[in-house]
């Protein structure tokens, strides 16, 4: 049985930043891809590289400061190998971008459902030539869509005007005007409260599966990637440490940093549940470790660990781990947690 | 007098980082000058100056009312006269020169005393507070309010059409921006190392503006006076071509322009000639201020 | 908010009163001359002072501050004792011209801010230029980038007209406009650089800083489009507060260059004053022009506050 092929694909990423007069190395080898239709979860603390990946790969970053390196298909179109306008236009159309903080996704000064107009007018991504009234009646529609109330008043309103989270549906909103197949999300309901970031991976999850759209989140909290996504990516140091199916992650997770995320994030259904924060901080990729990147914060870490970077080896069918010492699966971890 | 309330210990940490900073900001000011962005502009205005000062004594030439009847408004290149002559038979190579000094001198000289006086008005205002200091602010505010060139020409008239006269005019109006730049930078100190009133008894207090105010404010206020060099040199140049700063038969480039105006049409020269300096001296100072200013900018 | 316009304006009413004292001190300066001008050579100590009588002249000062004051508040600016005429409304037909003129002025420099800023952004390499040409603007005084042109464009291409005004109630909207474009020019073109700095490190801070744009790229939408209707409109509010407050500055500006221009608006009028030693002309002009200065100036600053994005936000 074959498989359909991946819509986004990424091969051997690498980013690195200018920095006095050599380079730093800030995202290593990552790769990973996501079948249409599939919601893959990029983790990681801050600064381990999930949001430049992801600009990188859409071609968002200023070449005079990044050097990237690596192969990216996105709608099995190899990026590498369209000239710029036409690499820029294929991406527009392809892909859309939903940012952590709304207030700052939305032009402060034009209303919204016109922000969402403009895009089915005059976006590339358009498929079909509305005229105006046509194309307003399409916002609204979209507007409910994404599950904001009284759309037709809620049009004229200004960004300040609306809430967190219905300005995050709005940013989603216009993402599905642009047509394309995937959603790239970054942080997607860092900037919103417990509540609404239920409802906004609600709608996002819902999106996927009523219209197939590919969903790839970036997010600290582990336990978010957990329910809402289909395969887990886990990030640290600027390199893949973990990838692994979502389903039952706690339980499948190997990797001590994976381990050390669960622990650390707010759980009220574990017993005694009383989050253990990661101690330490992440490496500076000014100064590269020679061995494993975690070892200093790693809880099991041995001696060889410090000696040599491990390299990220495939455990199972869906499953690559960077780790000398991973963990024994699963009952091991179910019995640790306290 | 009460004693100021200030510890030595906490004066010996004020007088630290600040003295540091003084000798910080006059080794920085040198390595700018260092840097081609400012040298090569730099040294085309030094050079402007040069030629304006020393030129006429280096290359022999002429007064600039030297001329004679008979020698009237020849054009360039003629034998013994360069750039020709005027209606009244002066070498205008010579008045260039000459008029160049003139301009030059009310540049330097007005941004100095607006310099001066903007910096003694600026940190007392600051210093001694109450109503003194709203009244010098609003002053501030109304010379800078004013529109510059009304004032100046005023001024001139009313003093007449001396070389002096002319640099005072031009100095009010600066006096409001280095006095406003002078009064923030002092209340930046006040506000940070003097939470006490300054009544300061005699030395200490002399000790505090010399030390510690002054060496905080005069570099910015350098970096400004640069820049107040072009804007005086051309208020000069406006006020001497309306005829209300430097007087025939002294020539100076604003003099130059508006003299030549009448002939415009055959003889065009007249013009473009003092203009032609006016600009390259202009744009030189310029692009030398503007050049520290970056510099002053990164690095800050 | 409140509390503080009636703070500024009781600034602003300060800083106008001051002003006034001042062009009334100024003006008191050149009365005494006034009197050798209008006696010329029939002056004696005793006409001196009948005349001196006869124009209230020696009153002490403050009482004759304010009568003045009183009377030009009424809208009484007095004869002139030079040219006989009204002031007020003479103040008030050279009203036009230098109003005309400051407009042109401000729309050539707000034309070339956008060009020049537009230009800047989308080819950067041509930043250095663009900043270069800037200075070069700012260092050349405006009545010589006015004779320049005049040499250019009247006395060699015979393409504009030397003589800037011509009324456009007699000769036309067309000719009127047609002469003033060379001063416009001329005016404007010392205030763009100022313009162009602000507008850019704005556009440039949105262009970095700002979410919205790399969204609005990513919609597909062009950079043309994102650029004029996204990103210019966030970043004028900086520009419109320096428009209103440069207005004072330009009213300075006028006086050169009606004169080189020749155009008979308040500029020419205040020159004129000066040198015919017309002293009740000289404070009517310097009244209207010290109101109309702090009266942008308050603009320029009710404009800021208004059109900080932080305010609009809430």
């Not at chain 1, 030539?129 to 759309?151: D, F, W, Y």
């Not at chain 1, 809880?299 to 410090?306: L, V």
């Amino acid at each position: 049985m074959t498989a359909p092929a991946p819509l986004v694909r990424v091969e051997d990423l690498n980013i690195k930043v200018r920095n006095g007069g050599g380079w730093v190395h800030l995202v290593r080898d990552v790769s990973y891809a996501v079948n249409p239709g599939d919601c893959l979860a990029i983790v990681g603390e801050s600064g381990a590289g999930k949001s430049i990946g992801i600009r990188a790969v859409l071609g968002l970053l200023d070449e005079r400061k990044f050097q990237v390196t690596g192969k990216f298909w996105l709608g099995g179109v190899e990026l590498g190998s369209l000239r710029p306008a036409a690499r820029r236009a294929h991406v527009t159309r392809h892909a859309s971008l939903v940012f952590q903080d709304p207030s700052r996704s939305l032009n402060p000064i034009m209303r919204v459902g016109q922000q969402i107009t403009e895009t089915l007018l005059k976006g590339s991504g358009r498929t079909e030539k509305l005229n105006r009234s046509q194309a307003r009646e399409r916002s609204i529609e979209l507007m409910r869509a994404v599950g904001i109330g009284a759309p037709e008043d809620r049009y004229h309103a200004y960004p300040h005007e609306l809430s967190g989270g219905m300005k995050q549906r709005i940013v989603i909103a216009i993402a599905l005007a642009c047509g394309s197949q995937v959603m790239f999300c970054d942080e997607p309901t860092s900037a919103l409260d417990v509540t609404t970031q239920a409802q906004i991976m609600d709608l996002l999850d819902d999106l996927r599966v009523t219209r197939g759209i590919t969903t790839v989140v970036i997010t600290h909290d582990l336990s978010l990637a957990a329910s809402r996504a289909q395969e887990v990516l886990v990030m640290y140091a600027g390199q893949v440490v973990e990838t692994l199916p979502a389903a039952d992650l706690a339980a499948h997770a190997r990797m001590p940093y994976t381990e050390a995320l669960i622990f650390a994030a707010p759980d009220p259904d574990a017993e005694g549940g009383l989050p253990r924060p990661i101690e330490g901080q992440p490496p500076d990729p000014r100064t590269p470790a020679a061995g494993c990147s975690f070892q200093p914060r790693c809880g099991y870490a041995a001696e060889d660990c410090a000696a040599q970077a491990p390299e990220l080896t495939r455990v199972d069918d869906n499953h690559s781990l960077r780790c000398w010492h991973p963990l024994a699966t699963g009952s091991a971890l179910e019995a640790a947690r306290p | 007098m009460t004693q100021l309330a200030l510890p030595d210990a906490d004066l010996a940490w004020v007088e630290g980082p600040q003295d540091q900073r003084f000798r910080r900001s006059a080794r920085g000011a040198l390595r700018a000058v260092a840097t081609p962005s400012v040298a090569i502009p730099g040294a085309v205005f030094l050079l402007v100056v040069l030629a304006c000062f020393a030129g006429p004594a280096l290359f022999g030439i002429p007064g600039p009312n030297a001329g004679s009847i008979t020698s009237t408004m020849l054009p360039l290149g003629s034998p013994g006269h360069l750039l020709g002559t005027n209606e009244l038979g002066n070498d205008e190579l010579s008045r260039l020169l000459f008029g160049g000094r003139v301009s030059i001198i009310v540049g330097v000289g007005a941004t100095a005393i607006s310099l001066l006086a903007g910096c003694l008005l600026g940190m007392s205002a600051c210093y001694f507070g109450g109503f003194y200091e709203k009244f010098i602010m609003r002053l501030f505010d109304t010379l800078l309010a004013f529109p510059s060139l009304i004032l100046a020409l005023a001024i001139a008239d009313y003093l007449g059409p001396a070389l002096r006269n002319t640099i005072l005019a031009i100095s009010v109006f600066g006096v409001s921006q280095f006095g406003r730049l002078a009064w923030s930078q002092t209340l930046r100190i006040r506000d940070r190392d003097f939470v006490v009133a300054p009544r300061a008894d005699g030395a200490r207090g002399r000790r505090i503006i010399f030390g510690h105010i002054l060496p905080n404010v005069i570099p910015p206020l350098l970096g400004l006076a640069l820049f107040n060099v072009g804007t005086a040199m051309m208020m000069e140049a406006g006020l001497s071509y309306l005829g209300l700063g430097i007087a025939q038969p002294n020539p100076s480039w604003g003099n130059m322009i508006s003299d030549g105006q009448q002939y415009l049409y055959n003889a065009p020269r007249l013009v473009i000639m003092p203009c032609i300096a006016l600009v390259v001296a202009l744009v030189s100072l310029n692009l030398t201020a503007d050049a520290i200013a970056r510099r002053q900018e990164t690095r800050a | 908010m409140a509390r503080w316009i009636i703070d500024r304006l009781i600034q602003m009413i300060v800083v106008l009163i001051f002003a006034t004292v001042l062009g009334f001190l100024l003006v008191r300066l050149l009365k005494g001359n006034e009197l050798f001008a209008l006696l010329g050579d029939n002056y004696t100590k005793q006409a001196a002072d009948a005349l001196s009588a006869q124009l209230g002249l020696n009153k002490p000062l403050p009482i004759q501050y304010l009568t003045w004051l009183g009377d030009a508040v009424r809208g009484d600016f007095g004869t002139s004792a030079v040219t006989q005429q009204a002031v007020g409304p003479a103040l008030l037909a050279a009203l036009g011209p230098t109003v005309e003129l400051l407009i042109g002025a401000q729309l050539v420099s707000l034309v070339l801010t956008l060009i020049t800023t537009s230009v800047s952004v989308r080819w950067r390499w041509t930043e250095r230029l663009t900043t270069g040409l800037a200075l070069l603007c700012s260092s050349v005084p405006s009545f010589v980038v006015g004779l320049l042109m005049i040499v250019l464009f009247s006395t060699t291409l015979h393409l504009l007209p030397a003589i800037a005004w011509a009324s456009p109630k007699t000769a036309g909207w067309g000719t009127n406009i047609e002469g003033m474009i060379m001063p416009s020019i001329a005016l404007g073109i010392s205030v763009f650089p100022n313009y162009m700095r602000v507008l850019r490190s704005q556009v440039n801070e949105q262009l970095e800083n700002e979410e919205y744009v790399t969204l609005a790229r990513m919609k597909g939408l062009s950079g043309p489009r994102v650029f004029i209707r996204h990103v210019v409109p966030n970043s004028l509010s900086g520009l419109i507060t320096l428009v209103a407050l440069t207005t004072g500055f330009l009213i300075s500006g006028v006086v050169i260059v009606e004169q080189v221009f020749g155009i008979p608006g308040e500029g020419s009028l205040v020159y004129n004053a000066i040198q015919k030693r017309d002293a009740t002309m000289l404070e009517g002009a310097i009244l209207l022009i010290a109101v109309a200065v702090v009266v942008f100036n308050l603009i320029g600053e009710l404009a800021q506050m208004r059109l900080d994005p932080r305010i609009r936000a809430r």
